[in-house]
């Protein structure tokens, strides 16, 4: 009886030590399938990397190891015990997707397999987590994981119009997005208040749209301004190399060129841009301009198609981002030339000429192999009150166009699937990362879920993803931004990444203290919760 106590015993103990490490294995974000297995890899500087195909990724882990452990370990064709494996299989493309991996962790070692390097990446990100330091080791606990994200759609979008950044620390927001398996930055280059992207044909964009005297501080009713010069910009070098660096993180980079409104930075860099033709300022003043895109001018429409076509020469992005938010109509309205071409065009409202104007840059750009995206105003809805009841939409909005919901009633979402459009969901009450953890907390952040409940499940798939936003008018420095960036972050990745079965909070939470970690390691000033 005595030993039966002992046997019964010894099993749960077992079960016990299994199940707590399993909790300890908790990623960010979770995968789709995690199981806690016997055994432990010790990781030494004779550790081989096997990279097989995946090269690239191979000396991304290496450096990452190097980095985080101080071990070098070396590159090797092959290797019986002691190694990390990356090993391609295109057969896990119809069951794990092209971003879809498996981890196996032995205590010979760890081989991750996926149908292609983005799935092997982030395999190696999440072979990353598990490493821990004990015993005066670098160990992984034996695990299997079988993994793929939920979304083909998990964007961060940086503002760098209102207040500049600079090339480190876009890498450094990058870097961190590599980690969390986002695979998009959304790059916001061009608004009322800053022009930050070199166009060669334009100079004048960046010389003088780059640049505004003073700024406004406070808050959006404020009348205090700091009396200070901001200005910076990216030469098409520079994007280059940022491009670059993203691309080696399986990260795609869509830059935002907006249009017609958010325009007075290019407005008072070429005044014949506007409906005036009358010298302005670039603002210091954040909020809706009043200045607007003549789009009714073959010039001014010349003009933004030669500025797409430089950006579309920098970028490899298949999309194309317009903006196309809150455009205040009033100009065009006064403007007799406006009314003469919105008459001989048969547009009823100025919605509508909006509406001809995008889909004319949707067919520049698909003649380039390229598609358009932009926020939801351009399907045509009233969604501010500075416009008109009257000022919607009749016309429908070019096929192909991705629309990227913030803002208006949600069943919004279901007009634009229902018309056969994709959607990005970045409604700003739950992802704008400018609003403070009083109005979205870190708790409001995990709880988003890209489709809207009650959407018609044959819908679904039109939901590409969602987006989170970092609007940059009160974020004059880097530790402002990052401030609102960390931890929630974490939160959106796992939105965009994690089944909707898989996620639970308090779990989420606890495991941060991993990233707390590595943030405070990176020197990133994050809020705890």
């Not at 002992?6 to 199981?35: D, H």
């Not at 990446?121 to 987590?129: A, D, K, P, T, V």
């Not at 008459?343 to 104007?357: E, G, K, N, V």
């Not at 308090?506 to 590595?518: D, H, I, M, P």
């Given at each position: ?193 800053g022009w930050r992207i070199e166009i060669k044909k334009y100079p004048l964009l960046t010389k003088v749209g780059g640049h505004r005297d003073s700024t406004q501080t406070g808050s959006w009713s404020s009348t205090v301004y700091d009396g200070k010069p901001h200005d910076g910009f990216y030469t098409q070098e520079q994007i280059r190399d940022i491009i670059a660096f993203a691309a080696t993180r399986h990260i795609t980079i869509i830059p935002e ?273």
């Amino acid at each position: 009886m005595l030993r039966f106590q002992s046997v019964v015993f010894s099993s749960l103990l077992l079960l016990a030590t299994t199940a707590q490490r399993l909790q300890a294995q908790r990623l960010i974000p979770q995968p789709s399938q995690i199981t806690a297995t016997t055994g432990v890899f010790k990781l030494s500087g004779a550790t081989a990397v096997i990279s097989g195909k995946s090269a690239g990724e191979a000396k991304y882990l290496q450096e990452s190891i190097k980095n985080r452990t101080r071990l070098t370990l070396p590159l090797q064709s092959a290797a019986q015990t002691n190694y990390i494996r990356l090993s391609l299989d295109a057969k896990l493309d119809s069951t794990l997707g092209k971003e879809g991996y498996l981890l196996k962790v032995t205590p010979a070692g760890a081989t991750i397999t996926a149908a292609s390097d983005a799935g092997i990446f982030y395999g190696i990100q999440s072979l990353q987590q598990l490493i821990t330091f004990k015993d005066d080791s670098y160990i992984i606990d034996g695990v299997d994981i079988q993994d793929k994200p939920r979304f083909g759609w998990r964007a961060f979008m940086l503002d760098e119009a209102r207040h500049f950044k600079g090339t480190a620390a876009v890498k450094k927001l990058l870097e961190e997005m590599a980690a969390l398996k986002m695979n998009t930055f959304h790059w916001h280059l061009t608004d009322d208040q800053g022009w930050r992207i070199e166009i060669k044909k334009y100079p004048l964009l960046t010389k003088v749209g780059g640049h505004r005297d003073s700024t406004q501080t406070g808050s959006w009713s404020s009348t205090v301004y700091d009396g200070k010069p901001h200005d910076g910009f990216y030469t098409q070098e520079q994007i280059r190399d940022i491009i670059a660096f993203a691309a080696t993180r399986h990260i795609t980079i869509i830059p935002e060129i907006e249009m017609p409104g958010h325009s007075s930075a290019a407005i008072a860099a070429y005044p014949w841009l506007g409906t005036r033709h009358q010298q302005i300022s670039v603002p210091g003043k954040f909020g809706v301009h009043y200045d607007v895109f003549n789009v009714s001018d073959p010039k001014v429409v010349t003009f933004l198609q030669d500025v797409l076509q430089e950006v579309i020469s920098l970028f490899p992005s298949k999309v194309i981002h317009i903006g196309g938010d809150e455009v205040k109509y009033d100009q065009w309205k006064a403007d007799a030339n406006v009314q003469a071409y919105m008459q001989s065009h048969q547009l009823a409202t100025p919605a509508d000429l909006q509406i001809a104007f995008t889909n004319d840059i949707s067919v520049f750009l698909a003649g380039k192999q390229r598609r358009m995206m932009g926020w939801n105003e351009i399907m045509g809805a009233k969604l501010h009150e500075y416009n008109d009841t009257k000022d919607v939409g009749t016309k429908q909005l070019a096929p192909g166009t991705i629309v990227h919901f913030w803002k208006g009633d949600l069943k919004l979402i279901t007009d634009a699937v229902s018309k056969g459009y994709d959607v990005v969901n970045s409604y700003h009450a739950a992802t704008y990362l400018d609003y403070d953890y009083t109005q979205i907390s870190l708790e409001g952040a995990y709880k988003f879920d890209p489709i809207p409940a009650g959407l018609d499940a044959k819908y679904h798939s039109k939901i590409l993803g969602v987006g989170c936003q970092m609007w940059g008018e009160w974020i004059p420095d880097e530790m402002a931004m990052e401030e609102k960036v960390y931890p929630r972050l974490a939160a959106y990745a796992e939105d965009g990444w994690t089944q909707s079965s898989n996620k639970n909070f308090k779990e989420f939470k606890e495991a941060l203290n991993n990233f707390y970690s590595r943030w405070s390691n990176h020197s990133i000033y994050y809020h705890r919760n």
